[in-house]
């Protein structure tokens, strides 16, 4: 379990102080995909750098099953760095050594024998699928196939964390689902606990289990994504999820909306799991003199639990409306009236 | 007398022995100074503000000598140095005497290209190292010095040429040397074919040193 307990950061710049974190909390449970999202300068990296100490707080602590680590020095911290993976935007791999000997350096550093280190590389090689590329050069790579290295040296000496740093971000859209496939892989067959930092939402939707979004050195949300993805509350966690689920009114029907003379309201239903198969638009047509029209409707999957999320114009009295607003919250939707 | 000591005015084995004495200096200064300046151009790199040590302290010292010592022209500091000649090497003429004003010249010369040239290494790659949890001395040995290999050779490359220009000033103190014959027997003598020659043979070390050189990069950037 990895705890920041009101963790804060200040670089002294030239141009003066810079507060990178603020009074961030945060818990990542063992085994999870933690994702953090945020524009950039928004302070993840700090945030993710703090877990293997390269960053270390101005106030505040950090610790990793009941261990402080922003306290660690020496041999301490170097042990504690060598059961923490980590894996770079850029890869960072040398260029002047071969697959293997990226690979190998880790182990050489915990001064493995050379029959050992030939095994493990292998596992690792085949794990990652690259068996075939031991003694190819950086350079000789694609973007994903860097990555792989990346991932299978960070993965050497069995960590039982992983940091992701924008570890996708310069990877095209298929390459980057690849990636995030082995992630996944990872953190299943592994059990290694994954934190990630991106500023692709569709990332965290893809393979995260739990969310942080952040703003300008705030934890501003966090939850479970389905949790946060199904209702977000901030006007920042907003516009990352809507990129992904849409849930804004075409304006060519806003401006049809406006020809309409009878008594409406717009309510905006969200479907989650279960109630998201279940006819409840039918029930209510049944049982309250309301016409509704679909206007918009969504639906996306989270974590294996379908989220449907429809806009819904509802022509009736206020009453009636109202009466049918209940009815579909009492089945389990949650519906908000859409203010034009 | 062959028909080119008969235009050279000199024997040709007074010529040879001038080259050896050259390459003898260039040498032995180069790999003493290349150690001295390799060491220095790591402490610099490391305990600059960004560096892993970060020590601001030592860094200003070591840049500070540095640059004092590139300050003064290597001829004066040919004669500068001589009492500390005097000291390490027993005698103040000669070419053994000669390679201390020669390290002194060429270490912080090198410091400056070794440090150039370590600096070129990826910052990312520096930040993986430390995320393995390497030391400072894992850090040089399997990080910074294989992947800045190619820059380096370049940086001696340049530095070894350099060193041979200095040497044919160390004539001054009686070093020797194919400089010092040019001077002795082609300028205050008025010998002008002597001093073509000399001139060839300069160029010819020149080239060969810069071929060697940019053909190891070569061979340690691309695979």
Not at chain 1, 19 to 46: E, M, Y
Not at chain 1, 249 to 262: A, G, K, N
Not at chain 2, 179 to 191: F, I, K, P
Request: with cysteine; aromatic share 6%; proline share 3%.
């Amino acid at each position: 379990m990895i705890v920041f307990q009101d963790v804060s950061k200040t670089f002294r710049t030239k141009g003066g102080e810079v507060q990178a974190l603020r009074h961030v909390n945060l818990t990542i449970g063992d085994g999870d995909i933690q994702g953090i999202i945020g524009f950039s300068g928004a302070g993840k990296s700090t945030l993710l750098r703090m877990i293997n100490a390269l960053e270390v707080p101005t106030s505040g602590h950090v610790e990793i099953n009941g261990r402080c680590v922003d306290t660690l020095t020496g041999g301490e911290l170097r042990g504690l760095r060598k059961k923490i993976g980590m894996i770079f935007q850029q890869f960072n791999l040398l260029s002047s050594k071969t697959v293997y000997e990226n690979i190998a350096i880790p182990l050489r550093l915990q001064h493995a024998d050379p029959k050992t280190m030939d095994a493990r590389v292998a596992e690792l090689l085949s794990f990652v699928g690259l068996s075939d590329k031991a003694k190819a050069y950086p350079d000789q790579l694609s973007g994903g196939q860097k990555q792989r290295v990346g991932i299978a040296r960070a993965l050497a000496t069995n960590p039982s964390i992983l940091l992701c740093d924008e570890a996708t971000s310069a990877l095209d859209p298929e390459t980057t689902d690849a990636i995030l496939e082995l992630l996944q892989k990872i953190n299943r067959e592994l059990n290694l606990t994954i934190v990630l930092i991106t500023h692709e939402i569709n990332v965290v939707r893809r393979i995260c289990n739990r969310v942080a979004v952040m703003d300008r050195g705030r934890m501003v949300e966090q939850g479970s994504v389905l949790e946060v993805f199904s209702n977000p509350r901030q006007e920042m966690t907003k516009q990352f999820v809507q990129t992904v689920i849409p849930e804004k009114i075409p304006d060519s029907i806003v401006r049809s909306l406006e020809q309409e003379t009878r008594n409406y309201k717009l309510l905006k239903v969200r479907f989650l799991g279960e109630t998201a198969q279940e006819n409840l638009f039918c029930e209510c047509n049944r049982r309250f003199p309301v016409e509704t029209g679909i206007i918009f409707a969504s639906c996306s999957e989270l974590q294996g639990t379908a989220l449907g999320i429809f806009i819904v114009e509802a022509i009736g009295s206020g009453e009636d409306i109202d009466a049918m607003k209940q009815y579909m919250e009492a089945r389990g939707a949650q519906v908000q009236e859409v203010v034009r | 007398m062959s028909p080119l000591e008969a235009i050279l005015e000199v024997p040709l084995s007074r010529v040879g022995l001038a080259a050896e004495e050259t390459l003898y200096m260039v040498f032995v200064s180069l790999f003493l100074g290349s150690l001295i300046g390799l060491v220095l151009a790591l402490t610099l790199v490391l305990t600059n503000e960004d560096g892993i040590l970060g020590n601001r302290y030592v860094y200003a010292v070591v840049n500070a000598v540095v640059n004092t010592v590139r300050s003064v022209p290597f001829v004066i500091l040919l004669v500068f140095v001589l009492p500390l000649t005097k000291f390490i090497v027993g005698t103040r003429i000669g070419t053994t005497a000669a390679l201390v004003p020669l390290i002194l010249f060429i270490a912080p010369y090198l410091t400056r290209l070794f440090e150039n040239s370590l600096l070129e290494v990826d910052k990312g790659i520096l930040e993986a190292a430390q995320s393995m949890g390497a030391t400072w001395f894992e850090i040089i040995r399997y990080f910074l010095l294989p992947e800045a290999k190619g820059s380096l050779i370049l940086s001696v490359t340049t530095g070894t040429i350099g060193l041979l220009g200095a040497t044919a000033m160390a004539g001054v103190i009686g070093a020797g040397g194919v400089g010092d014959l040019a001077l002795t027997y082609g300028y205050e003598r008025l010998n002008f074919p002597l001093m073509l020659f000399t001139v060839v043979v300069l160029i010819a070390f020149v080239q060969i040193i810069q071929t060697i050189g940019s053909h190891l990069a070569f061979k340690v950037r691309h695979h």
